[in-house]
């Protein structure tokens, strides 16, 4: 398989990785450059940064989505009308991955990536009317309610209830390991409906406009690097109009779990790999902490990381091109996921044990290895094996829809 670039992608990568270092705000460079740690890091930075009591922040957070928004880049996937680039499913990738390489933030979170794609393909003009605009420009910011206390990997066994009342919803409940929620205005969620129907009928997409609202209950979830990302939502009483429905009424599932990204390649964590793997090479040959002149198990190791990384970013290309045919990935998506979140903790792990105790001391404290990445970014890495399925569950579907094999 040839994944070189032809001529017309080539001077693509070359026009997002000029707009990127003509464009990109100097806070921004700054993070990058000094190890300066945001707010909240990762696909939800920008979320922090918008509502940061620093201006200088706040403006920074807006120039960079104006600046996206001038091409359509704040969403590249979505059609040109509305307000998307309309890129191909190659120039979505070669996008990403550029991004990625500049280490830039992406913008609009769950609103871009989840909710806008399946509005507009589930949603009705009134709908589309009312929320793509609010997602594009940046004046509201989503969260996502799937996951429950009882139901994560299986998501149709949910318990939020949403009862019908007139117009509106009574909703009650609760959803947890919720992404952002303390920065974001608003959620869409998935609730029952109809209790009385098979587990994965009966339910219901909403979208709940203001998540301040009397009756929601927002508290934080931190976690073990001592982050706050994470957080459990509390329904009581909520009212939700029932205009704010996402396709129909107790077929939230379909709606829920449509394949609405136009980009599942995931080529940004294989490259975020990269740019880790060639930092951690460079330290382990220049500084005198490292036990790699003293360990072959430890040169052994980061050669499998290397070797790891490549497979990792193959396996995010095989997808790319299978879209870029017009196909659907399925368990090929899976394996890519699968394989790109373990990699990510071993090479996190690799880091770690490369410096040996050296490698624990916390961020901030002065004497730190590589600004302390790998011993946060493995602490971190933990959940990566079971957010956005589980690697139990990707196994699974390797196996039964890859191998053919029967289910247990």
Do not use: C
């Not at 945001?38 to 989505?65: I, K, S, T």
């Not at 989840?114 to 605009?133: F, N, R, S």
């Amino acid at each position: 398989m040839n994944w070189n670039d032809d001529a017309e992608q080539a001077a693509f990568r070359n026009r997002v990785a000029t707009f990127i270092e003509d464009r990109l705000p100097d806070l921004y460079r700054r993070r990058i450059e000094t190890g300066e740690e945001a707010a909240l890091e990762g696909f939800f930075a920008w979320y922090a940064d918008r509502q940061n009591p620093d201006e200088d922040v706040q403006e920074a957070a807006a120039e960079w989505a104006e600046a996206l928004s001038e091409n359509g880049w704040i969403a590249p996937h979505w059609p040109e009308e509305y307000g998307g680039a309309g890129l191909t499913a190659m120039e979505q990738v070669i996008f990403n991955e550029e991004m990625a390489r500049a280490q830039a933030p992406a913008v609009g979170g769950s609103g871009v990536a989840l909710l806008g794609p399946t509005v507009l393909v589930h949603g009705t003009d009134e709908q589309k009317e009312k929320y793509v605009g609010d997602i594009l420009s940046g004046k509201v910011a989503w969260a996502q309610g799937y996951s429950e206390p009882g139901a994560g990997s299986d998501l149709g066994g949910l318990q939020t209830r949403a009862v019908r009342d007139g117009d509106e919803y009574v909703v009650n409940g609760q959803k947890i390991w919720t992404s952002a929620a303390h920065m974001a205005d608003a959620i869409f969620a998935l609730v029952r409906t109809n209790p009385d129907a098979p587990k994965h009928r009966g339910i219901s997409f909403i979208m709940i406009d203001n998540i301040r609202q009397p009756g929601i209950n927002v508290r934080p979830l931190i976690d073990a690097a001592w982050g706050h990302v994470i957080n459990e939502v509390f329904f009581e009483d909520v009212r939700v109009p029932v205009a704010n429905v996402l396709g129909e009424e107790n077929r939230g599932w379909y709606v829920g779990m449509t394949l609405l990204d136009y980009e599942r390649s995931g080529i940004a964590g294989p490259v975020e790999q990269q740019l880790q793997l060639t930092e951690l090479l460079d330290a382990v040959v220049n500084d005198e902490r490292s036990l790699l002149s003293r360990s072959q198990a430890i040169r052994d190791r980061i050669s499998e990381r290397y070797i790891a990384t490549e497979i990792s970013y193959n396996l995010s290309l095989r997808v790319a091109s299978m879209q870029a045919a017009g196909l659907v990935p399925n368990y090929e998506a899976s394996m890519g996921k699968m394989f790109a979140s373990e990699q990510g903790q071993e090479l996190h792990r690799v880091g770690v044990r490369a410096f040996g105790l050296h490698s624990q001391i916390w961020p901030g404290d002065g004497r730190e290895v590589l600004k302390g990445d790998h011993i946060r970014g493995y602490i971190r890495s933990i959940p990566s094996t079971i957010a956005g399925g589980s690697s139990e569950v990707q196994r699974n579907i390797i196996a039964t829809r890859g191998l053919g094999l029967p289910r247990g």
